[in-house]
């Protein structure tokens, strides 16, 4: 794709920047808001159509004032101005952005001079709230800096309709949806109750980009949004919230769409995925091609994580060698060392990189190894890490493993035994109710219909809301014991699925899904074997082509989508010129 | 003054907006959204030059989301489009506009386009906080849609530099000083740490304006601003923070100045200052002519306020009367019910004020008489009245005061008798502390020298807190017996005052500010007697005469302000042509 084509768009993608951030910590209190700017300005210097975010521009739901005056005074800085801009919104605004009493694009308010158009979805941090059902985003949408879309104010029903926009004679449709939580969404996926519309006009023309921010991985059976409960018309999906950069757009083979992650732009925990290195995206899209070209991030603060396992030092130390806990403790101390060396080699002439890095060392003593005292060993960093007080971080994983299963199991022993008292009862009753709609998927009538009869008693947000908070205290109940790799959790979370048959059920919900898909009137996803590809590569970019479309599944070919759905599949509302 | 004319400029003037007070409330929660908009409204209908806010534009210091989201909408709506500005800015736009990263007036933006600029200064509600220092309004101003001056960020010296504005051949100097406690403001004062910047050029031309949101009545000793205070040389005085609207200037003798105070748009308390009927002003200045015209506002809700002395009614009760309380009762039912008898003939035909008005009825039921059930009293307006559940207060205005003064030196002699805590103690040695400070303003070093010496000793903040902590504390508790109306206040204010000699202490502060100014080189203000009076009438207007300067009193005659503040009482920077 050659640069500044009057057909390509350019678009600068980025998620999670969590603005906010450890704002009052000494020495990180500026990361958030150093990376914004670095964010802002690259878009700037690459002269993009425009920015896309995939949520959590703010890490808390209400950001201090300090924050949001840092993020409105850059994007005043970097995103007004009189760059002209090349591309039109054809669909309607009014739909596209439902927050403020101003429901079109801000670059095209007669009284706002916009240089870059910034587009986004809300997160799960900066969620919707109150009774006005408003976010932090909605301050930067009403004073005209952001736009806000994706935000669907139904909790039943979703209609994701794009924003349509041309360029040239590029047509791009921008689809979002900003955060719901992944339980709710999940069971509207599958109650069939989200709907993409699409134009109608010229369906095979268009590139369709959608941005969503959810669980990607599966922290619980529900918990997630599998890839392939996404409708496959889709070319590319920009996946927030999670936070590891894996920005390079894989291909789902199901579904034939590609999925980029381009993860946060802050470390927000020192877990291993916080550790890749930190990239956004400069996207570029010209008919139905499209190229990804990875942009390192320069101000992130490094972030390096090391696990040791004492066991593994048998040829050093037991736990019978006499003053083993010194020795563990000037192991550690190596090992830090050794990577504060490299963290210094690498920001070797990176002036934007802040000096202090950030360091996690996971020591695992199982075996009978004592922990040592992690105040003193802090204070011998304390000059040169961002986090002297958390560097070291004792873990005892095989026996811990054992205790969870135990405890497990006498919890749900317990239930049925002893002497209830009223929440309990409650709650059996929820648990109950819960198999009930599980168990329901592999009736005729669906998950829909189980929903629904509750939703008739007049007790749809109490019902909603203890499900909801049933399905989250399981979750945080396994993720509290201390267990910290993800395959831990997995298979903690793959144990306790297992008593109520939940894989099995999430499986069919897949299945389900699929489905119904076909019963509106798709094709079977694997028949698409057929497919044109457009490559480009590019100096340190990713290129891939888009998943083309079979014969025959353009036009008219997608228009029955049968069963009372057909009509709402479309995009109904006319095509403007502008 | 003539509408419209070239050379006059016209300024809507409101203070105390309290956008967001009781935004929760069912009833009340909209309006103080509602009559922001008809402030808005009303200066786009009247084509203001430009909207000057008295400060409190927010109740709250950290405004709701619904709040921020409200007024940025409104303003954007109302502020913003095509509107040509017809006055220019010769001062420096980098002193006058110092919280923001875009140091100008938000018209002059490239990127913006204001039709009606609004300038405010904070008010106590919305003062600034936290390390950096940022208010709400400074959100606004980030984003381009307020211009907040008056922002003074030393605690220890102020210097207010005006904005110079010009319009045809009007010039118009706009001084601010936004909120500062009121005691550290008048110790300032006194020790002579505010200065006035002046323009030096053309020095009688200009039209000296000064917005400032403070005490203006006496709430204690030293916690308010004496008037004598502010510098005579300025035309007229936006006095905010005091909530009645008695928005007709009235002139100070002594400064030769006028003072409008427009009182708050939404009544924050059932006192009787809030009762007075609402108004904005619309002010006009053409030359050194000025004349305000009262708005009044349409959408305020109505307030009335009755006093009851059951003691006054013998002829009806007596406390033995039998069934004494039930007749009380039928006559605050027959008295409310007047009101809301009166409040509905004055609203006929006025469509924009709510329905239910507040309503106040205080019941002395001194000598004897017990309260009834108010619960059930309010019960019968629940479908009337705004506020049902606090339509009567009870107060027993005798009795309670000897009580007062009984307690008071109760306090007083068990201070010198018991046996003191730690916490005593330090009280003790601050209430000496005051009373030294105090008293040197009687000896020649003076109150400045007097502080500074404790200054000196490094513990600046924790003493400055500890007396702020003093001085409230004392106010606060005589607030707290439940004396409400202004002369009881005062009453007890000046009973507390006599104990310290304080009331003296405050007259000499008063003549030692006034002798400060005439050795400076200003003239006695008695002795400015010749005025040029420029007269003017409008139908529900007030007209009035500007001060004019006394002859001698232009120039170069005040230039040697003397003593080391001659060279800073002058406005240093260059007047540029636009």
């Known amino acids: 794709l050659s640069h500044n084509d009057e057909d390509t768009f350019k678009i600068l993608i980025a998620t999670d920047i969590h603005l906010g951030y450890l704002e009052k910590d000494a020495i990180r209190g500026n990361d958030s808001y150093n990376t914004l700017d670095e964010i802002l300005k690259c878009a700037k210097t690459n002269q993009v159509d425009f920015i896309l975010l995939g949520g959590d521009l703010f890490h808390d739901n209400k950001p201090s004032r300090r924050c949001l005056h840092n993020c409105i005074t850059m994007l005043r800085r970097y995103c007004m101005g009189d760059t002209p801009i090349h591309f039109n919104i054809l669909s309607d605004q009014n739909v596209n952005f439902n927050t403020t009493e101003f429901p079109w694009v801000n670059y095209q308010d007669e009284n706002l001079n916009i240089s870059i158009p910034a587009f986004s979805i809300h997160g799960n941090h900066d969620d919707p709230t109150g009774a006005e059902g408003l976010c932090a985003l909605d301050l930067l949408s009403a004073s005209g800096l952001v736009n806000h879309f994706g935000h669907s104010h139904s909790v039943e029903k979703i209609e ?269 009753y929820f648990e109950a109710t819960e198999q009930t709609v599980q168990l329901s998927l592999l009736t005729e009538k669906g998950m829909g219909k189980a929903i629904q009869e509750f939703v008739d008693k007049d007790e749809k947000d109490a019902i909603e809301e203890l499900i909801t908070y049933q399905l989250e205290k399981t979750q945080r109940h396994l993720q509290a014991r201390g267990v910290t790799t993800e395959q831990d959790i997995d298979a903690e979370v793959r144990a306790a699925a297992c008593m109520g048959n939940r894989a099995e059920e999430v499986n069919v919900a897949i299945n389900r899904a699929k489905a119904l898909r076909l019963e509106r009137g798709d094709e079977p996803v694997d028949a698409d074997l057929s497919r044109e590809l457009a490559l480009d590569s590019d100096e340190d970019s990713v290129p891939f082509p888009p998943p083309a479309r079979g014969r025959g599944r353009g036009g008219r070919g997608r228009g029955g989508r049968g069963r009372g759905r057909g009509e709402l599949s479309y995009y109904l509302s006319q095509i403007k010129a502008h």
Not at 175 to 183: T, Y
């Open 160 to 428: 994701i309709s794009p924003i349509l926009m041309q360029k040239g004679k590029t047509k791009l449709a921008l689809f979002g949806l900003g955060s719901i939580p992944d339980e709710r969404l999940y069971r509207m996926f599958v109650n069939n109750q989200v709907t993409m519309l699409r134009p109608k006009e010229d369906q095979d023309e268009w590139f369709n980009l959608f941005t969503i921010h959810q669980n990607r991985s599966k922290h619980g059976p529900t918990n997630y949004i599998p890839e392939q409960f996404l409708d496959d018309f889709i070319d590319l999906v920009v996946w927030g919230h999670e936070h590891e950069c894996l920005i390079a757009p894989t291909r789902n083979e199901q579904q034939l769409f590609y999925v980029t992650q381009p993860g946060s732009s802050v470390a927000t925990s020192l877990s291993p995925g916080e550790a890749t290195k930190k990239h956004i995206g400069l996207l570029r899209v010209k008919g139905r091609k499209m190229n990804l070209e990875k942009i390192p991030l320069k101000t992130v603060r490094q972030f390096f994580i090391q696990d040791v396992v004492l066991a593994d030092y048998q040829d050093q130390f037991t736990p019978d060698t006499p003053q083993v806990t010194k020795k563990v403790e000037d192991l550690c101390y190596a090992k830090v060392t050794e990577m504060l060396e490299e963290a210094e080699r690498e920001r070797l002439g990176c002036l934007l990189t802040p000096e202090k890095p950030l360091i996690r060392l996971r020591v695992d003593y199982s075996g009978g190894f004592e922990a040592f005292n992690t105040s003193r060993f802090s204070q011998k960093f304390v000059e040169r890490v961002a986090n002297p007080k958390d560097i070291i971080h004792f873990l005892r994983r095989r026996e811990q493993k054992e205790d969870i299963k135990g405890q497990t199991e006498a919890k749900y022993t317990a239930h049925s035994v002893e002497g209830l008292r009223v929440e309990d009862l409650v709650k059996q």
